[in-house]
C-alpha cells in the first residue's frame, strides 16, 4: 500500500485548506487512515483517524471543531479538511494507514506512511 499527500500550501490564518491521501497498489477500504502532523523542532503528533467502517476518532483537543476526517473508498481517497487555521497549525502533514481500526498508538500505523505536505499558515 502506498500513499500519497497532497493539498498543502501558504494559508492565512482563518483560512481553509482539504487534505488529500491518496492510495495506490490496494484498496483503501480494509484500512483506518490516520492523519499526523509535524511541526518544525516538535515531535510528531496524530490529529485524526478514520476506520475501514467510517469511525472517526480525534486526537488533537486543538483541532476538534477545525478539522474534519472523511474517506471516499470509490476514489481510494482520505481527506482532511481544516478550516480555521491558525499559526499553530504550521506543520508537514502526514497520513498513514493501519489495518481496520483506529488507535492513538502512531507506532501501531504500520500498513504504509506518505511522504508529507507542507502546511504554511502565516499573516
Known amino acids: 500500500l502506498q500513499l500519497e499527500e497532497s493539498g498543502g500550501g501558504l494559508v492565512q490564518p482563518g483560512g481553509s485548506l482539504r487534505l488529500s491521501c491518496v492510495a495506490s497498489?490496494?484498496?483503501?477500504?480494509?484500512?483506518?487512515i490516520g492523519w499526523f502532523r509535524q511541526a518544525p523542532g516538535k515531535e510528531r503528533e496524530g490529529i485524526s483517524c478514520?476506520?475501514?467502517?467510517?469511525?472517526?476518532?480525534t486526537f488533537v483537543h486543538s483541532t476538534k471543531g477545525r478539522f474534519s476526517i472523511s474517506r471516499d473508498n470509490a476514489k481510494n481517497t482520505v481527506y482532511l479538511q481544516m478550516n480555521n487555521l491558525e499559526p499553530e497549525d504550521t506543520a508537514t502533514y502526514y497520513c498513514?494507514?493501519?489495518?481496520?481500526?483506529?488507535?492513538?498508538?502512531?507506532?501501531?500505523?504500520?500498513?504504509?506512511w506518505g511522504q508529507g505536505t507542507l502546511v504554511t499558515v502565516f499573516s
Open positions: 498513514a494507514a493501519r489495518k481496520t481500526a483506529c488507535t492513538f498508538s502512531e507506532q501501531t500505523y504500520l500498513e504504509g
Open positions: 478514520i476506520s475501514s467502517s467510517g469511525v472517526t476518532l
Open positions: 497498489g490496494r484498496s483503501l477500504e480494509d484500512y483506518a
